[in-house]
C-alpha cells in the first residue's frame, strides 16, 4: 500500500543558510553538483592548476594558507579548498520511495539518535560505497549538513540522498507498508546479518553508541539482528557498524 507523506517534513529554510566545505574531494565534488549553489572559491596558489582543468567557469580567489585559518575551525584539513555555498536540499520520504517503486532489491539506512557530524559523513561514504538507496535521519536529532560532515563525507554527500523526517516511527511505518523489511540493529539479537534473506527491500536501523534505538523505534521494527563480531568486543563504533552492515546487504 503506498503512503508516501507527499507533503515535504523538512526545514527547506535550512536550506539556504551558508555552510564553508573544506578539502579537496569535498570541494571539487560539490563544484560538479549542478544542484550546489555557490557564492565563492578559495583556494591556495597550487591548486589553482587544479580548478582550472575542471573547465567549470567559477570564479575563485587565492589566498594564502595562513588566511584560511580565519575563517575554518583549527582542526580543519583543508588542502587550500574552501567553498562557500548554501546547504543541500533535504529529501523527503516520499523521494525515497519513489526510487525505490521500481526496484526489487535496494536497501537503505536510518539513524536514529546519532549527533556527531563525523560520524555522519562517514556514513554517508559508505552508503555510496554500498550502493544504498539513501540515509534517513530525524530532523530533531540530526545535525544538519556542516563543513565538517562533507568533509567526512569526501564528496559523496553531493550524490547520497539524505531524507530528514519529523518522525522516524512514522517513517518506518511508510517504508513496510511499500515493501520493506525494516531491521533494527541490536547486539543482542540471536540472528546475525549475514544469515538473513537480502533479496527484497531492507531498511537497516541503527541507534547512536551508548543508547541505541528509543523504544517506540525498535518497537516499529519487523525484526532485529546484530554484526557477527566476536563476543569480547561489546559494541563498535557506529561509522564502522554501519559500513559493516551496508557490506553485507550489498553482497
Known amino acids: 500500500m503506498k503512503n508516501f507523506h507527499k507533503q515535504r ?3 527547506t529554510p535550512a536550506a539556504k543558510e551558508q555552510l564553508i566545505i573544506y578539502g579537496r574531494h569535498a570541494v571539487i565534488s ?3 553538483n549542478p544542484k550546489r549553489k555557490i557564492q565563492k572559491l578559495l583556494i591556495t596558489a597550487e591548486n589553482r592548476a587544479e580548478i582550472d582543468k575542471l573547465g567549470l567557469k567559477i570564479p575563485y580567489t587565492v589566498a594564502d594558507k595562513k588566511d584560511f585559518a580565519k575563517f575554518l575551525p583549527e582542526d580543519a584539513v583543508h588542502q587550500g579548498f574552501a567553498l562557500y555555498c548554501h546547504r ?3 529529501y523527503d520520504i516520499a523521494d525515497l520511495m519513489a526510487m525505490a517503486e521500481n526496484k526489487t532489491q535496494c536497501h537503505l539506512l536510518i539513524l536514529d539518535q546519532v549527533t556527531d557530524p563525523q560520524n555522519i559523513g562517514a556514513i554517508i561514504r559508505s552508503c555510496a560505497a554500498f550502493e544504498t538507496l539513501g540515509l534517513v535521519v530525524q ?3 540530526s545535525p544538519l549538513e556542516s563543513g565538517a560532515m ?3 563525507a569526501a564528496g559523496t ?3 547520497v540522498p539524505v531524507a530528514r523526517v519529523t518522525n522516524l516511527s512514522r517513517a518506518i511505518e511508510t517504508l513496510k507498508d511499500n515493501g520493506f523489511w525494516v531491521m533494527g540493529m541490536d547486539g543482542y539479537a540471536d540472528t546475525t546479518i549475514d544469515k538473513i534473506n537480502k533479496s527484497g527491500k ?5 541507534g547512536s553508541e551508548g543508547k541505541g534505538m528509543r523504544r517506540l523505534v525498535q518497537e516499529n521494527c519487523d525484526s532485529s539482528v546484530k554484526l557477527p563480531i ?3 568486543v561489546e559494541s563498535l563504533n557506529v561509522s564502522t557498524a554501519a559500513a559493516i552492515a551496508l557490506y553485507e546487504l550489498s553482497k
Open 139 to 141: 530532523d530533531k536529532n
Open 150 to 152: 562533507d568533509k567526512a
Open 88 to 90: 543541500l536540499e533535504s
Open 30 to 32: 560539490a563544484l560538479k
Open 9 to 11: 517534513e523538512t526545514n
Open 157 to 159: 554527500i553531493e550524490f
Open 230 to 232: 566476536s563476543s569480547n
Open 202 to 206: 531492507i531498511a537497516i536501523v541503527m
